[in-house]
């Protein structure tokens, strides 16, 4: 069956006419029907380690009917302690009948960071990207386990330790770089969805993100940064350093 792809939402950055797409339907080719359901999206990841995760960062929204398999394949991988599964609702589905309940604008923004950054015209879900870097559909679940596979630790970045309320970035060599605070949550949250295209159905999510700061910059030296209160109890927190807004994640540790 031929894959139908709706432009249902038109955005405008600096002045610039984009389209965002939302895909429903069945894979266009019948080799990624497979390449889809092949496996689950859980792996050994021997090349990333429980101090240096792999960064996934999924952009959905529970408007979107693309999504829930996307969900599901990040829901996989959330526990694997060699893995820093961040999952961002993004907001440029909401005109669609349903407002994603865990949606932020700064989240729209960074997916935008990155499309910007790679070039690319448009954003789309589901995305994934890992360590900052490659652009993956989302709902693959046998392509993102080979990109976790080939992609391990973030690498190039200094090394990073959370003291309590505060993270300690150590010294080393590169450009400068941002550093950011993510907290999310690591519950499964059942959510009900009551209108637009997954009207009817209950959506499993799992760190789901919310909260993100930008603590500063990185330059190179030893430095430390003091972490803000979690926005809401029970949320687990993340450091990232990042080479420029939408650039590789070069670091990353979980509390």
């Not at 889809?36 to 408007?63: C, K, N, W, Y």
């Amino acid at each position: 069956m031929p894959m139908t792809v709706s432009l249902r939402a038109v955005l405008t950055v600096s002045g610039v006419l984009l389209l965002a797409a939302c895909g429903t339907g069945a894979p266009s080719d019948p080799d990624s029907t497979a390449r889809s359901t092949e496996g689950s999206a859980a792996a050994d990841i021997a090349t990333a380690s429980a101090s240096a995760p792999v960064v996934v960062e999924l952009f959905q929204s529970q408007g979107c009917s693309s999504c829930p398999p996307a969900n599901a394949n990040v829901n996989a991988i959330a526990a694997q302690p060699e893995v820093l599964a961040l999952s961002f609702g993004v907001t440029y589905w909401d005109k669609l009948g349903w407002a994603d309940s865990f949606a932020k604008p700064e989240y729209t923004a960074r997916q935008w960071e990155y499309a910007r950054a790679a070039g690319r015209p448009n954003v789309a879900t589901p995305q994934v990207i890992v360590n900052g870097n490659r652009a993956i559909v989302g709902s693959n679940a046998a392509e993102l386990k080979r990109e976790l596979a080939a992609a391990g630790s973030p690498k190039g970045g200094p090394a990073l330790t959370i003291e309590g309320s505060s993270v300690k970035v150590g010294a080393g060599h590169g450009p400068a770089s941002l550093v950011w605070l993510v907290r999310y949550d690591p519950e499964e949250n059942q959510v009900a969805i009551r209108a637009g295209e997954n009207g009817g159905r209950t959506l499993p999510h799992r760190n789901i993100v919310r909260q993100l700061v930008r603590l500063g910059n990185w330059t190179g030296t030893e430095a430390s940064f003091a972490l803000p209160e979690p926005a809401e109890p029970g949320l687990r927190t993340a450091v990232l350093v990042q080479r420029g807004l939408g650039g590789p994640i070069t670091a990353a540790v979980k509390g």
